[in-house]
């Protein structure tokens, strides 16, 4: 069974930082791209950063470029997300996705594997 468990999340002050980690289990993700989504109470699931297969294509949302990183360990099957100088709307809930492609993809209908989410909460 794949699984994808997303963790680090917690509660910050504004300018603060996180380090979110997606560990894979079930099967190896080294030959597919990997993302970061997030969701809350008052929009859609949207992108946040995106990561590919060989790691040389990253991609980024408008709001998460310059203060947040992505990055994979392939040795541990994970996808990390490096967020620095957190603002309260970056509160959500943060999903790690896998898609079977090599490439990101900005859309999470192309993401066929979810992780349940960690939340995230930045206060002011």
């Known amino acids: 069974q794949v699984r994808l468990v997303e963790s680090g999340g917690g509660k910050v002050q504004a300018g603060g930082s996180l380090m979110l980690s997606c560990a894979a289990s079930g099967r190896r993700f080294n030959d597919n791209a990997m993302a970061w989504f997030r969701q809350n109470t008052e929009k859609e699931r949207e992108f946040v950063g995106g990561?590919?297969?060989?790691?040389?294509?990253?991609n980024y949302s408008d709001s998460a470029r310059g203060r947040f990183v992505i990055g994979r360990d392939y040795a541990k099957n994970t996808v990390w997300l490096q967020m620095n100088s957190l603002k309260p709307e970056d509160t959500a809930v943060y999903y790690c996705?896998?898609?079977?492609?090599?490439?990101?993809?900005?859309?999470?209908?192309?993401?066929?594997?979810w992780g349940e989410g960690t939340q995230v909460t930045v206060s002011s």
């Open positions: 990561i590919s297969w060989d790691a040389h294509t990253t």
């Open positions: 996705a896998a898609r079977r492609s090599a490439v990101v993809s900005l859309r999470q209908g192309d993401y066929m594997y």
